[in-house]
């Protein structure tokens, strides 16, 4: 079994209720992944993040506390074959234009909370056979880097207007995946647990 490291805190429009969105975690990659989890994240050093097979992102406050080591340690720890699954309001961290370029993304906006209407890409196969489904919960529109290209794995429709929900991409030897939904408990459903637990299966290359 492999191992992964949530890097996670206890902020966010849901307070992120990072021990419970652990034990989510923990459950969902029973039998694939040991997870450990931290909330320092301050000074991160590639060689600790060398130990894990993947690097699972939900701190909401990374644009406050992180330092620049933190973010060198993420891009060499990617470039060098590390996998890292970037869920939620993590994505919304604007201050290092580094990790817009990792993700491959810029927010644009975001909404109150609503019911959110999702609808797979059926030509990635983490979401390949995952039928439409709704949830409730804060959402944020994001535009992709145009030259890096990542692939759409799920859609959001939204006001007659569709953004991307989740996407992937390579970058250098390592595999990036982006979430934007599963800021709480209550969002994992059962469609966004299979994303999840084959999102760590093309991570092993199982797909």
Known sequence: ????????????????????????????????????????YEALAVERLR????????AAQWDLRAS?????????????????LAIGDFLKNEGWYELDCLFAKRWIGGSTPCLLD????????????????KLVEYTNFYELDPILQP??????????KQYPAAWCHGYGWGKVMCITVGNIPES??????????????WFLNRL
Not at 1 to 15: H, N, T
Not at 51 to 58: A, F, G, S, V
Not at 188 to 201: F, H, T
């Open 1 to 40: 079994m492999k191992k992964a490291l949530l890097i996670c805190d206890a902020a966010g429009e849901y307070a992120s209720r990072p021990e419970v969105v652990a034990e989510v975690l923990r459950d969902i990659y029973d039998g694939m992944y040991e997870i450990d989890c931290t909330q320092d």
């Open 151 to 160: 692939q759409i794995a799920l859609h959001l429709n939204y006001a007659g």
């Open 118 to 133: 999702l609808s797979a890409d059926g030509r990635h196969p983490v979401t390949a056979g995952t039928e439409p489904f």
């Open 51 to 58: 130990q894990y097979h993947t690097i699972i992102l939900t």
């Open 68 to 84: 620049r080591r933190s973010v060198a340690a993420l891009l060499q720890y990617t470039v060098s074959g590390g996998t890292i």
């Open 188 to 201: 994992y459903l059962p469609q966004l647990r299979r994303i999840l637990w084959r999102c760590g299966e």
